[in-house]
């Protein structure tokens, strides 16, 4: 018993001891604080300052979320005197410098980290069922994609918009022709007690790689009255370009609805067209549409139609153009646009010819027809009136038919 009680008091004493070297013995080593300078005062005071931002911007409300990016976490940015911007030592908490702002806040033409432009976000608005000029028969939406390996047109028919049909309890339907085949046609399925039809139809047309940028769509729009008569309210005109056909996916297009000609056509055909001259930019602008009742050489193994447009001034060529060949039809559709530098004082002599050709193999060509449209040195009644319409609404297209004049009459 004697010798466990001083061997327990061994113990004790012995544990004391080595607790009292172990004080003395990490007090020898530690560190000696340096005397404070005053830039580390002032990067003290700052952090101080900036906690104490970070915590009374903490409690109030983020007008716009922002979350740091993966690859900047842990870095701090603060604007410098000359409005650039360097890194700062790590700081668990943002400058508030940095942070979303009110308008109060100065920071000048620095730019400001966390903020969202609105304006980068908005898309372009719609118009397209809006804006309708005056005097619109309507409007049509479709779609179109070629498939070359099976050689398949693919049109949808989505939509039409503001019909102009005889009465509201009207019945509308849409025949679809691929020009210049004009006996047989697709149609759609017909709406009841309505203006503004929503069809999402589809329809294919066969056709080959080879001819299908000479065909046109012809999209027809009837109203059906009870007597289950076709009355036409009117039709779009969509020439199939390379343009339009590009890539594997559908694209969607809009046109707005035109009247057919109730006229007939004359001897030789007829040509329509936009003009339009731009004072700014002395640029006369044409546009061939689309010509009708074109008596063509029948006896000609290959038949294609295009039209050439001269610029001349005082019945000197200036410049010619020509548009794409057509073939096999007697109502080609073009839809191109040509642009001739003209300046302003030579309108006066300046006058513009469009002749009709159909190729007759090899660089051959017979003319059609003709028509000359200009001031009153060269041209009178409806291509005199079409020049001066244009001279009077700059920048403006001016659209009409013009009759034809045989190929050997001036």
């Given at each position: 018993?004697?010798?466990?009680?001083?061997?327990?008091?061994?113990?004790?004493?012995?544990?004391?001891?080595?607790?009292?070297?172990?004080?003395?013995?990490?007090?020898?080593?530690?560190?000696?604080?340096?005397?404070?300078?005053?830039?580390?005062?002032?990067?003290?005071?700052?952090?101080?300052?900036?906690?104490?931002?970070?915590?009374?911007?903490?409690?109030?409300?983020?007008?716009?979320?922002?979350?740091?990016?993966?690859?900047?976490?842990?870095?701090?940015?603060?604007?410098?005197?000359?409005?650039?911007?360097?890194?700062?030592?790590?700081?668990?908490?943002?400058?508030?410098?940095?942070?979303?702002?009110?308008?109060?806040?100065?920071?000048?033409?620095?730019?400001?980290?966390?903020?969202?432009?609105?304006?980068?976000?908005?898309?372009?608005?719609?118009?397209?069922?809006?804006?309708?000029?005056?005097?619109?028969?309507?409007?049509?939406?479709?779609?179109?994609?070629?498939?070359?390996?099976?050689?398949?047109?693919?049109?949808?028919?989505?939509?039409?918009?503001?019909?102009?049909?005889?009465?509201?309890?009207?019945?509308?339907?849409?025949?679809?022709?691929?020009?210049?085949?004009?006996?047989?046609?697709?149609?759609?399925?017909?709406?009841?007690?309505?203006?503004?039809?929503?069809?999402?139809?589809?329809?294919?047309?066969?056709?080959?790689?080879?001819?299908?940028?000479?065909?046109?769509?012809?999209?027809?729009?009837?109203?059906?009255?009870?007597?289950?008569?076709?009355?036409?309210?009117?039709?779009?005109?969509?020439?199939?370009?390379?343009?339009?056909?590009?890539?594997?996916?559908h694209h969607v297009f809009w046109r707005d609805l035109e009247a057919e000609s109730l006229e007939?056509?004359?001897?030789?055909?007829?040509?329509?067209?936009?003009?339009?001259?731009?004072?700014?930019?002395?640029?006369?602008?044409?546009?061939?549409?689309?010509?009708?009742?074109?008596?063509?050489?029948?006896?000609?193994?290959?038949?294609?139609?295009?039209?050439?447009?001269?610029?001349?001034?005082?019945?000197?060529?200036?410049?010619?153009?020509?548009?794409?060949?057509?073939?096999?039809?007697?109502?080609?559709?073009?839809?191109?646009?040509?642009?001739?530098?003209?300046?302003?004082?030579?309108?006066?002599?300046?006058?513009?010819?469009?002749?009709?050709?159909?190729?007759?193999?090899?660089?051959?060509?017979?003319?059609?027809?003709?028509?000359v449209v200009g001031p009153y040195m060269y041209t009178r009644g409806r291509e005199l009136e079409?020049?001066?319409?244009?001279?009077?609404?700059?920048?403006?297209?001016?659209?009409?038919?013009?009759?034809?004049?045989?190929?050997?009459?001036?």
């Amino acid at each position: 018993v004697i010798g466990g009680i001083v061997g327990g008091l061994l113990l004790l004493l012995l544990t004391g001891v080595s607790c009292c070297l172990w004080r003395r013995f990490c007090a020898t080593f530690t560190y000696e604080e340096l005397p404070e300078t005053p830039a580390t005062a002032i990067s003290a005071a700052s952090r101080r300052q900036g906690d104490k931002r970070c915590q009374l911007y903490s409690r109030t409300q983020l007008s716009v979320p922002f979350i740091v990016p993966p690859s900047i976490q842990g870095r701090d940015w603060v604007p410098l005197h000359n409005k650039e911007l360097s890194r700062a030592p790590q700081d668990p908490c943002l400058a508030p410098e940095l942070l979303p702002h009110t308008s109060s806040s100065n920071l000048g033409d620095a730019g400001v980290v966390g903020t969202i432009n609105p304006e980068l976000y908005k898309f372009p608005e719609d118009t397209s069922e809006t804006d309708f000029p005056d005097g619109c028969l309507g409007r049509l939406w479709f779609s179109v994609e070629y498939q070359q390996e099976t050689e398949r047109l693919l049109v949808g028919l989505i939509k039409a918009r503001l019909l102009q049909a005889p009465s509201e309890t009207c019945s509308l339907l849409v025949k679809l022709h691929l020009l210049p085949d004009e006996r047989r046609f697709l149609q759609s399925k017909t709406k009841r007690k309505t203006s503004s039809p929503q069809f999402d139809e589809h329809f294919i047309f066969q056709v080959s790689c080879k001819s299908v940028t000479q065909r046109v769509l012809k999209f027809s729009v009837y109203h059906v009255n009870r007597q289950r008569k076709h009355q036409l309210l009117g039709q779009v005109l969509f020439p199939l370009k390379n343009e339009t056909l590009a890539g594997d996916c559908h694209h969607v297009f809009w046109r707005d609805l035109e009247a057919e000609s109730l006229e007939p056509p004359s001897e030789f055909g007829d040509l329509q067209f936009c003009l339009s001259y731009n004072d700014y930019l002395n640029r006369l602008t044409v546009v061939v549409l689309r010509a009708k009742g074109l008596q063509l050489q029948e006896d000609r193994s290959v038949v294609s139609v295009f039209v050439k447009v001269s610029l001349m001034n005082q019945n000197k060529f200036v410049k010619c153009k020509k548009t794409s060949a057509v073939l096999g039809s007697v109502n080609p559709v073009y839809n191109e646009t040509f642009s001739f530098k003209a300046d302003a004082t030579e309108l006066d002599t300046a006058s513009l010819s469009l002749t009709v050709l159909q190729s007759t193999g090899g660089d051959r060509s017979h003319p059609l027809g003709r028509v000359v449209v200009g001031p009153y040195m060269y041209t009178r009644g409806r291509e005199l009136e079409h020049w001066d319409e244009m001279l009077s609404k700059p920048k403006e297209l001016v659209k009409r038919w013009h009759a034809l004049c045989g190929p050997t009459e001036p």
